[in-house]
Each structure stands twice: as C-alpha cells, then as structure tokens.
C-alpha cells in the first residue's frame, strides 16, 4: 500500500524559506521509473505542478518557479524535501506530495495535503 | 510554455451522460489524463493514457484525446461524482507536467 505525507510549517512569514518533506512508504525511489513530486493548490484555485526527482535523482522543475525551488532525495529515510526561497503571499497554498511511475507521466497516488499560509 | 484550458463548470442531471473538454495545441499527440477532486479532499486519478481506467474507477468514466481536445465522459452519473475534474498532459518542453484550468461538475 503506497501513502506519502507532507510535513513542515503551516505558517511563514513573507521573504523566509519554506521547507516541506514528503514521508512515503510502500515503494522504493531507488526502483526504475518511480518519481517523487509536489504540486500546489492555492484555495479555490487550480493545480500547479512545482518539481519532481526521479529515481535517478533526475530533477525537474516548473520553469516559472526554478529559481525559487529545490528539491531532494534520502532514499535511507523513504523522504523528499522540497525547499522554497523568498516566500509570498500568493504562495498560500495547500501542498501536495505524489508519486509516479511507469512511464506513464502521471501522479496516481496523492498525499493528503499540507496548507501553508504566508502572512507577516 | 504550454497550456490547457477547461470549462469553468458544467451541470448535469442524475443519470445523465456529462463530457468534459481539455483543449491544448495537439494534445492528442500527447497522453492526457484525468483527475477527480472533491470537496477537502486530494485528486484522484480517473483516467490515464487518454482512455485508462485505474483499478477502482467505476466504468461509468471514460476518456478520448483526439486533434486538439481530449474528453472525459460521464456515463449515467451520481450524484457522487459532483466534484472538480482536472486534465492533465506530459509535454517534453520545459514544463513537462502541466494542468488544465480545471471544471466544477455540478450533479443538479
């Protein structure tokens, strides 16, 4: 059974960094075509994909964001972290960790969601 | 960069059948999938490879990706699948994993 969870602050204040890890089980990311992602919710609006790491430790990254983002891999821990500099409001969000895998360039597992706020 | 775009909502009575639309340029030369997202909760995926479903979707849900339009199908719908609906494409540009605008599907 594959679960991932997101943990890390709920609340950051404008221009800090924020740091959110990604806690999964039921797969490994040292396995062949298995991907590791965060996408982002603002509330009432659309998904945005941010940034995957393959297993591999191939990287992609939404080009709108590449600079502000980073993201990494402990495969001893089962854990991705995804780091986000200079932080804004308009980066209220919540955030999820998915998993995909296959080849088939899609996220068929979902964490269940962290709400970051940004506010001074 | 590359987008996909979505009708804001769509209503449909019970039982009735529902399609959704997903319009990028020739997104039908590119695998699109769907994605189902009630209230509070996290997407689900519904439809993989334009026409997939995953274990557990119910057969009611359908998916084709032709020309510049990809369709997600709602056949005899409940009142359960009021929810948001999301397509989603790979694209081998600089953005590879890009959204659609995203479609409330309301159960009248």
């Known amino acids: 059974q594959i679960t991932l969870k997101e943990s890390g602050p709920t609340l950051v204040r404008p221009t800090q960094t924020l740091t959110l890890t990604c806690t999964f089980s039921?797969?490994?990311?040292?396995?062949?075509?298995?991907?590791v992602g965060w996408i982002r919710q603002p509330p009432g609006k659309a998904l945005e994909w941010l940034a995957l790491?393959?297993?591999?430790?191939?990287?992609r990254y939404s080009p709108s964001l590449k600079s502000r983002l980073t993201i990494t891999k402990d495969t001893s821990k089962n854990q991705v972290v995804l780091t986000m500099t200079n932080m804004d409001p308009v980066d209220t969000a919540t955030y999820y960790c998915?998993?995909?895998?296959?080849?088939?360039?899609?996220?068929?597992?979902w964490g269940q969601g962290t709400l970051v706020t940004v506010s001074s | 960069s590359y987008e996909l775009t979505q009708p804001p909502s769509v209503s449909v009575s019970p039982g009735q059948t529902v399609s959704i639309t997903c319009s990028g340029d020739?997104?039908?030369?590119?695998?699109a999938c769907w994605y189902q997202q009630k209230p509070g909760q996290s997407p689900v995926l519904v439809i993989y490879q334009d026409s997939k479903r995953p274990s557990g979707i119910p057969e009611r849900f359908s998916g084709s990706n032709s020309g510049n339009t990809a369709t997600l199908t709602i056949s005899g719908t409940q009142a359960m699948d009021e929810a948001d609906y999301y397509c989603?494409?790979?694209?081998?540009?600089?953005?590879?994993?890009?959204f659609g605008t995203g479609t409330k599907v309301t159960v009248l």
């Open positions: 989603q494409a790979w694209d081998s540009g600089t953005s590879p994993y890009v």
């Open positions: 998915v998993h995909t895998a296959g080849g088939y360039y899609v996220f068929d597992y």
């Open positions: 020739k997104l039908g030369d590119k695998y």
């Open positions: 039921g797969f490994s990311l040292t396995a062949s075509g298995v991907g």
């Open positions: 790491i393959h297993w591999d430790d191939d990287r």
